[in-house]
């Protein structure tokens, strides 16, 4: 296996090196990569999402060949890559990468503005996925990757989700890395107002952790209220309303309330699948037709959600359901990130989706 798994890498990184495009597994979700400094590679990218070109993409990193937390000089790996790297950025660097936090600097004059989306700070992170560090090294390059949907759509986590969205569209190559573990998209921090640091997507990685390992305060965009340094900040396409969206409308519904989400569809009588809690029995107590309703268990461990929402929406997407009801996350941080994902998906989905997406 490790010959045919080293000669597949090579492939990639030929691949790379020429130009294409090779989607590879991250600890989040898959990505489609491209040479950071080929413009035309880069072009590809967001012809095969059918991506705004406005919207900036991550720089994915190798970490050096034996990382270790005490001894790892990222200095000089992230260096050609932005004007300035600040203590408070090496804090966070040392204390998450590899893993799944981006940082957004100003840019080095260097970096491709079809990169940047012609804004002046670039988003970069170290993957943690031994087959992403293992293509990255022997690249020995900066590797762009959004994650490997369509525009607007869920996010691939696993190899054979890849494939399925870019059938009939792109003979792409997709490295298979199994299933990923977290589940969904980095936590992104914005360092580039070079005062302070703003979250600009909830991800695994929480504020909270951030300032229990390194003592740094982050900042919500919401903390940001004077209208100048809001208007300064970076777009992020995850940050439309619409996105992760699935083509079967989908609603959140709060704890006992599964009727009350039925009544923007007053048509619909049957095969509607209800997310349930493991940790609730069942939802006969809610009182619901339960001829028309099949229940679907998740897990009510924040991480282990997180890993399986993509998952679950894509299996169900396939089911041929009329709606897919999931519970309201409970309150707290260590949610907001699948929250943010599943409010936007429910926004996004419907077969009309792609319209509210692009407006
Ligand atoms: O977990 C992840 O981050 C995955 C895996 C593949 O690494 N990648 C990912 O890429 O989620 P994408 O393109 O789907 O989302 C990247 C987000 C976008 O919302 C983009 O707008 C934001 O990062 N972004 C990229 N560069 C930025 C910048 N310079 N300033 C602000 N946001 C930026
Ligand atoms: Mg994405």
Not at 105 to 113: I, M, Q, R
Not at 211 to 230: H, L, R, S, V, W
Not at 304 to 311: E, H, I, K, P, V
Not at 330 to 353: F, H, I, M, N, Y
């Amino acid at each position: 296996m490790p010959t045919h798994r080293s000669t597949v890498i090579d492939e990639a990184v030929d691949t790379l090196r020429k130009g294409g495009l090779v989607a590879f597994p991250t600890e989040t979700v898959y990505g489609l990569g491209a040479d950071a400094t080929n413009p035309h590679a880069i072009q590809k990218i967001f012809s095969a999402k059918g991506r705004p070109a406005s919207h900036p993409l991550i720089v994915h990193l190798a970490a050096p060949d034996k990382y270790d937390q005490i001894q790892i000089d990222w200095t000089a790996l992230v260096s050609p890559w932005v004007r300035d790297l600040s203590e408070d950025a090496l804090k966070l660097i040392n204390a998450f990468w590899p893993g799944p936090l981006t940082l957004v600097f100003k840019k080095d004059k260097s970096v491709l503005d079809e990169l940047t989306g012609g804004q002046d700070t670039v988003a970069i992170r170290a993957p943690s996925h031994p087959l992403a560090q293992e293509l990255l090294r022997k690249f020995k390059g900066g590797v762009v990757a959004p994650s490997a949907n369509r525009f607007g759509k869920v996010s691939p986590t696993s190899a054979a989700d890849v494939r399925s969205e870019f059938e009939g569209i792109l003979n792409l190559m997709v490295l298979d890395g199994g299933d990923c573990e977290v589940g969904i998209e980095s936590t992104i921090i914005d360092l580039s107002s070079g005062d302070r640091a703003v979250l600009l997507r909830p991800g695994l990685i929480t504020p909270s952790e951030i300032f229990t390992k390194t003592g740094m305060k982050i900042y919500q965009p919401t903390d940001m209220n004077e209208n100048k340094e809001a208007a300064s900040l970076p777009r992020v396409s995850g940050s439309l309303h619409a996105h992760y969206a699935p083509n079967t409308p989908l609603r959140m519904y709060s704890p006992g309330r599964v009727l009350d989400a039925l009544s923007e569809f007053p048509d619909i009588k049957s095969r509607v699948a209800v997310a349930v809690w493991d940790s609730d029995s069942s939802l006969s107590h809610e009182g619901h037709p339960s001829a028309h309703f099949e229940e679907v268990i998740i897990p009510s461990d924040c991480t282990l959600f997180a890993s399986r929402l993509y998952r679950s929406l894509r299996d169900l997407d396939q089911q041929g359901w009329d709606l897919i009801l999931f519970p309201e996350p409970p309150a707290g941080e260590k949610w907001d990130g699948v929250r943010d994902r599943l409010q936007r998906a429910c926004l996004g989905s419907g077969p009309s989706s792609i319209n509210h997406v692009s407006s």
